[in-house]
Structures are given as structure tokens and as C-alpha cells.
């Protein structure tokens, strides 16, 4: 989300070079997250904005979010086994 803000400030400052810059990076980030099966831990390096905490999620919606990952991630380990 703050790479879209970012870049809608710069097009309203006349930044256009900038402004497109940003939202290319933003899409090869995406386009990779996406060809790499949804992880954006190697893609967000694209990202000219850096990722930061989560400023609208509280502490406990984060680790609810962090906690079903985690068992998104073993339920996927625990069928990619039982396929094998």
C-alpha cells in the first residue's frame, strides 16, 4: 500500500519518471512473488519502497495472521506427503 501512496505523491509533484519507476518495481515485485508460487520474501528486495510493520493491524491481529501461516504452511507440508 505505501508504494501506491508514494507514487500518487509523486505523480501530483510532477515526478513522473519517479512515479512510473515505482510502480514498475512494484509490478516486477508482484509478477515474481506470483511466478514464485505467492512468497514475497525474495521479491520485496525489487521493492524501492522498503517493507515495514504493519501500521493498521494491531499486535494480536498480527500474530493471529502469523499464527494461521503457520498452519496454512503445515497443512500444505502434511498433503504434499501424504501425495508422496
Known amino acids: ?3 501506491l ?3 500518487m505523491d509523486l505523480g501530483v509533484k510532477g515526478n513522473n519518471v519517479s512515479c512510473l519507476d ?3 518495481q512494484r509490478l516486477k515485485a508482484k509478477t515474481m512473488s506470483l511466478a514464485m508460487g505467492g512468497g ?3 521479491s520485496q528486495y525489487l521493492e524501492l519502497i522498503p517493507v515495514e ?3 493498521v493491524a ?3 491481529e498480527e500474530q493471529l495472521a ?3 501461516h503457520r498452519q496454512d504452511l503445515k497443512a500444505k507440508k502434511l498433503r504434499a506427503a501424504k501425495a508422496d
Open 1 to 3: 500500500m505505501r508504494t
Open 5 to 7: 501512496v508514494t507514487a
Open 22 to 24: 515505482t510502480l514498475m
Open 40 to 42: 514475497h520474501e525474495i
Open 53 to 55: 510493520k504493519s501500521l
Open 58 to 60: 494491531s499486535p494480536e
Open 66 to 68: 502469523l499464527s494461521m
